[in-house]
Antibody, heavy 123, light 113 residues
């Protein structure tokens, strides 16, 4: 079955950066896009970015431009999301989620989710 | 950005009764060339990741009980739970994927009365 397993919780100071990983299994990794979303404590869901693991093309929400970098490693079926210049407003649970669009196309919804990674930014 | 607004913010329904959650988008989610509506619904139980329920506004994801149904078109949408079960207690979100950035409603908290 499809599984997305994320790295563990992180605590960072303001101005630092964080790298969250998402290891995929149970399907052909290069055939499906992966999205990154986040959820601040007690808040709703916010879409951040998408990566095509085949080739590494990305698209990022405007508000995260210049702060988010995503990479993929096909040998370990893992995608990574780097977020720089952290502030307290970046404290959130970060999720990776699979886009079910087949063979390089993207659908835009999210059919499988990682367990979430809590990133806490505090001085 | 496309703004998604859900109502109500919270809802208490008796077991076995119908629950209805509304979602309104700031622009039409119907793509004329495909005649498809770019809206999904998710369920998020406490402490868990969201779970996909519905896509294309009314297509149930595999394995989702048929008491969950989605309807609507254009800018107004509804998620209906026909007979509420205890395990349906959760926060429900609508999401548009018509255009990036993909955006969500603020969520509706569903509880048992």
């Amino acid at each position: 079955q499809v599984q997305l397993v994320q790295s563990g919780a992180e605590v960072k100071i303001p101005g630092a950066s964080v790298k969250v990983s998402c290891q995929a299994s149970g399907y052909t990794f290069i055939n499906y896009h992966i999205h990154w979303l986040r959820q601040a404590p007690g808040q709703g869901l916010e879409w951040m970015a998408i990566i095509n693991p085949s080739g590494g093309s990305t698209s990022t929400a405007q508000r995260f431009h210049g702060r988010v970098t995503m990479t993929s490693d096909t040998s370990t079926t893992t995608v990574y999301m780097d977020l720089i210049s952290l502030s307290s407003e970046d404290t959130a649970v970060y999720y990776c989620a699979r886009d079910p669009g087949w063979d390089g196309r993207r659908s835009g919804w999210f059919d499988s989710w990682g367990q979430g990674t809590l990133v806490t930014v505090s001085s | 950005d496309t703004v998604m607004t859900q109502s109500p913010d919270s809802l208490a329904v008796s077991l076995g009764e119908r629950a209805t959650i509304n979602c309104k988008s700031s622009q039409s989610l119907l793509y004329s060339s495909t005649n498809k509506t770019y809206l999904a619904w998710y369920q998020q139980k406490l402490g868990q990741s969201p779970k996909l329920l519905i896509f294309w506004a009314s297509t149930r994801e595999s394995g989702v009980p048929d008491r969950f149904s989605g309807s609507g078109s254009g800018t107004d949408f509804t998620l209906t739970i026909s007979s509420l079960q205890a395990e349906d207690v959760a926060v429900y979100y609508c999401q548009q994927y018509y255009t990036t950035p993909y955006t969500f409603g603020q969520g509706t908290k569903l509880e048992i009365k």
